[in-house]
């Protein structure tokens, strides 16, 4: 029963914002890296954004940096992702995990657990 579940998503227009959330379910977040990875078809995932154990510590993708947020409420056991000035190449299904380290290329799978099913984006333009 240790999974992630992931919401927020949905169709928006370029320039719109969702706010993504991520909660984890048999396990807490305390003292872990949650990562968010999001994934369009036929290719391999992209690191999008990584929030070490340590809240001080963010991590972005150049493609996301001054668009996207990511923070956490350990207390609620979630990650969330606010994603700002969207724009149609962001179109992908967002998933998160926890993450050994916060490295976000190479996607490093082995390095990655408690994968959510995901939940999709879809910026129109």
């Known amino acids: 029963q240790l999974q992630f579940v992931e919401s927020g998503g949905g169709l928006v227009q370029s320039g719109g914002s969702l706010r993504l959330s991520c909660t984890a379910s048999?396990?807490?977040?305390?003292?872990?890296?949650i990562g968010w990875f999001r994934q369009v078809p036929g290719k391999d995932h992209e690191g999008v954004s990584c929030?070490?154990?340590?809240?001080?510590?963010?991590y972005y993708a150049d493609s996301v940096k001054g668009r996207f947020t990511i923070s956490r409420d350990n207390a609620k056991n979630t990650v969330y992702l606010q994603m700002n000035s969207l724009k149609p190449e962001d179109t992908a299904v967002y998933h998160c995990?926890?993450?050994?380290?916060?490295?976000?290329?190479?996607?490093?799978?082995?390095?990655?657990?408690?994968w959510g099913k995901g939940t999709p984006v879809t910026v129109s333009s």
């Open positions: 048999g396990f807490t977040l305390d003292r872990r890296n």
């Open positions: 995990a926890v993450a050994r380290l916060c490295v976000l290329s190479p996607v490093d799978y082995n390095a990655l657990d408690y």
């Open positions: 929030i070490g154990s340590s809240e001080t510590n963010t």
